[in-house]
Every structure is written in C-alpha cells, then in structure tokens.
C-alpha cells in the first residue's frame, strides 16, 4: 500500500513538473517585459547622450525616429543620469527626442513575476553573440556579421560572445613546434612558433600587404581568418582577389571594416575576427589569424575614447588604448592541452617610419616578436623588405637546436658587417685582408641579399629554407 502510494506521488510530481514547464514556455513566448525607454538629448560629433535609461557599458541599444529610422548603437559610458552612445551606422536624420531602446527587450528587466522565466534569455542577450562556425569559411563579412560578399545570409550553426573572457596563462600550452609560413626568411633566421604572436612593423608602401599575402596562402594552417580593419576599401577587394587568390578565400574567412566605418565598428571588426578564430581554435584546429591592422584598431579606440571625454594622454592616445591592445591581443596563442591553436600576425603601421610610435612601441612590449619592414629595403626592389638587423622572434631559441642557432647568429653577424662597412666598400677604401670577418661577409654577401629575397608567387617551405641556409654558410 505504501509502495502504490509512493509512485502515484511520484507520478503526480512529474506530471507537476511538466505542466509547470509547459507553463514557463508558454509564458516565455507569449508575456510581453516591460519596455524601457529613453531620449536621445545631445549628438556631438561621434557620441550620443540618453537619458532615461539605466544600462551597463556594453548593451547594444538602437536609436528609433518618428520616420521608422534605426540607428545601433552600444553603450560605452555615463556620466550621472546621461549614458553615453557611440553609433555604429552612419547617425544622419537623427533629430532631439528620438527614442532610445536596447535591441533585445529581454535584456531589460522584466516585472518581478517574470523574473525567473526570463532569466536565463536575459543573461544571454546582456553579452553580445556573433556567428561562427565552418559555415564562415570562404565568406566576406563586415565587423557586424553582415555578409559584403552577396553570398547570401549567414547560416551559421553557432553562435560565441564577441569579447571572450580573458584565458588562464597556466593552462596555455607552450610554444614548441615550428610553424612553416613559407617565407625563407622568416622560417630560417625568423622561425615563428605554432601559437606564437609576431608583429609586422612597416610604414605605408614598403609591401606589408604583400608580405601577408604570402603568408595567408603558403602559411601550414588548417584556417585563415584576416581582419581588414581601418585599411582603405579599395584594399578589401585587392587583397581578396589579387593577394589572397580564390584558393586561398575557400580555407579562409574575412572581416572587413574599412576606414569609413564608425570606430565602433572597426573595434567590433578586430574582436570578431579574433572570437572566430578562438571558435576554430576551440575545435583542435590550428589557426593563422591575420590583422591589418593593429595600429587603426588603436585609432578606433581613441576616437571613442576622447568622444566620451578620457582625457589624452602619450602623443594624443588616451589610456584606454594601451589597456585594449593586450586585451585583444592575449586572446590569441595556443589552447589548452590537446587543442588548437592561434598563431597571429598583426601589422603595426609606424607613422614616419618611427619605430618609437606610441602604438608600435606598446605592441612590441606585448608581442612575441616583430618583422621590421625597411623603406630603404623596398625602394631598392628588395621584396620581401625585411630588415632582418631590426627583426627578432622571442620563441627561436624554444624551436631551434644550438647549431641552428649558430647558424642564424652567424648570419646576422656577416650581413650586419657588412651593412656597417658598406659605404667604405662602395668608394674602394676598404682593402681586403685587414679584417678577416669582413673578407668573409663581402664574399657572402650577393648570396645572402638573393637568400633574403623571395618573388610572391614562389612557395619556400621550412626544410628547404633550412637547407639552403646550411648550404650558404657552408660555402665560405
């Protein structure tokens, strides 16, 4: 009698429970949250000022006008009962009064009694979802998701937040195999690390991009994800069909976000392109993230920054800058045990050809090595223009045996000899024999300068390159 009552009470606590979830779902689809509102009072330049709403920094709102006009926006700062809004399309027929509200009604705070049935929706629409996923591969987005490439929609199976949380350092793997970019150069005397986070440091027209491009075709990776951020538009399409090549686009995806595009955006462009190859990295496949580049992201980020008011600080860049650069940054490397990896070129764009630039000066503390770009290099037709003397990769003593290292530091040696006396071999001052290092590098010279060189569509893998560096050395 006791065992009959105990399952019909069993019985009737699960028909409870299923009836109160079939009542949760019925709700959650059919209850209206209340609707907070707020006006817009102030557009100044990049930012727009609300009142009446109370949202944290980060919660994407839009600006609605009487004509049916919509506006994005996300919530970058307040001051009292004034929030702070920066666009991220173009902000034109906005008048005073429009109607400010979050994009996702459930974001807001429903009435008690909802509460608990909207929870969970809430949590999830506070922190902003991208797509990602294999569907991706091949296409041409913008820094909000929106297909450029007239692909049509993104039917993407997943779905990741845009600003990841930061990754535990102890649980990274270490840098330990050789990543095979297919530059001679670069894998010879500039080994890169599968993980590892290089900088490309050049000023305008020295061939950066091209310099990518061979990477992003040749490079040993199992994806390319490249973010265009703050470049010309024209350099969207060149790079694409010019540089990156149709066999390249099939293993690769693009987030352009061009110079015209609100700083809001050009900062979305750079975390999306970093959370797709976290998704990618997240699944065991190892990774080659491109960022052209590091520089106008941190432009972006002061023009929002002086717009909401922090005042400037090293050479105009408000400190917000120099904390955003390791944030996006970090989130790139090598995964946990057993997993994928994010092995990240990022260019620095050194106005003047200052290598002490306030950006590229912050992006070398944080970085795992820099290839410099020499104007000198490129104007004399050497491509690629790397300036091996200005170039180190900090994981080269990790991936190489002591004789490989010999072999680098030996020459580095001879070719900076040379470069030193170059002036007094050139007028015939110098008179060989007086310097046996010297004889040595004058010798080795046009066979080194040819070593460095690469034309764009030859492919140099890491075994040949080290071979041909053996065979060089070797031949003194």
């Not at 929106?146 to 993104?154: F, I, K, V």
């Not at 070129?345 to 290839?371: C, K, N, S, W």
């Not at 990769?393 to 004789?403: F, N, P, Q, W």
């Amino acid at each position: 009698m006791t065992s009959a009552n105990g399952q019909s009470g069993l019985s009737r606590a699960a028909a409870l429970v299923t009836y109160l979830r079939d009542c949760q779902e019925a709700v959650a689809q059919i209850a209206t949250p209340w609707r907070t509102t707020g006006r817009l009072t102030r557009v100044a330049g990049l930012v727009m000022e609300a009142s009446g709403l109370k949202l944290a920094t980060g919660v994407a709102c839009k600006v609605v006008t009487p004509g049916g006009q919509q506006v994005d926006a996300e919530v970058v700062g307040f001051s009292g009962e004034r929030l702070f809004l920066m666009p991220s399309t173009d902000v034109y027929g906005l008048a005073p009064g429009a109607v400010v509200e979050v994009s996702s009604t459930s974001a807001l705070d429903p009435p008690r009694i909802h509460k608990a049935f909207f929870r969970r929706r809430r949590i999830e629409d506070r922190i902003r979802q991208i797509a990602v996923g294999p569907e991706l591969l091949g296409r041409v987005i913008d820094g909000a998701g929106r297909p450029l490439d007239r692909l049509g929609a993104l039917e993407a199976s997943r779905r990741a937040p845009l600003h990841a949380r930061p990754f535990n350092p102890m649980e990274r793997e270490p840098i330990r195999d050789v990543l095979d970019v297919g530059v001679r150069a670069i894998n010879a005397l500039l080994t890169v690390g599968r993980g590892q986070r290089m900088g490309l440091f050049a000023g305008s027209g020295v061939g950066k991009s091209m310099l990518l491009g061979m990477m992003a075709r040749y490079t040993a990776a199992d994806v390319v994800v490249v973010g265009l951020i703050g470049e010309r538009g024209r350099e969207v399409k060149d790079f694409i069909e010019n540089i990156l090549g149709e066999e390249g686009l099939r293993r690769a995806v693009v987030v352009a976000a061009p110079a015209d595009a609100p700083p809001l955006l050009r900062l979305h462009g750079a975390a999306y392109a970093t959370a797709v190859a976290e998704n990618f990295r997240d699944q065991g496949l190892d990774v080659l993230l491109i960022m052209d580049s590091l520089t106008r992201y941190a432009q972006a980020q002061r023009e929002i920054a002086l717009a909401v008011g922090e005042p400037p600080a090293t050479k105009g860049y408000p400190p917000s800058v120099f904390a955003k650069l390791p944030q996006l940054v970090e989130r790139a490397g090598n995964g946990r045990a057993a997993g994928g990896s994010i092995t990240a070129f990022y260019t620095v764009l050194m106005e003047g050809d200052d290598q002490q630039d306030p950006v590229a000066d912050a992006a070398r503390a944080i970085l795992d090595g820099h290839i410099v770009l020499s104007r000198q290099l490129a104007d004399h037709g050497h491509y690629p223009a790397i300036d091996i003397e200005a170039s180190i990769s900090r994981a080269i003593t990790e991936l190489l045996t002591k004789e490989e290292l010999e072999r680098v530091r030996r020459f580095k040696s001879l070719y900076a000899r040379y470069q030193r006396s170059r002036d007094l071999i050139t007028i015939g001052a110098y008179q060989r024999g007086n310097d046996i290092l010297l004889d040595e590098a004058i010798l080795l010279y046009p066979k080194m300068e040819k070593f460095l060189m690469q034309d764009f569509l030859d492919k140099e893998d890491y075994p040949s390159s080290r071979e041909q560096l053996i065979g060089l050395l070797s031949g003194a």
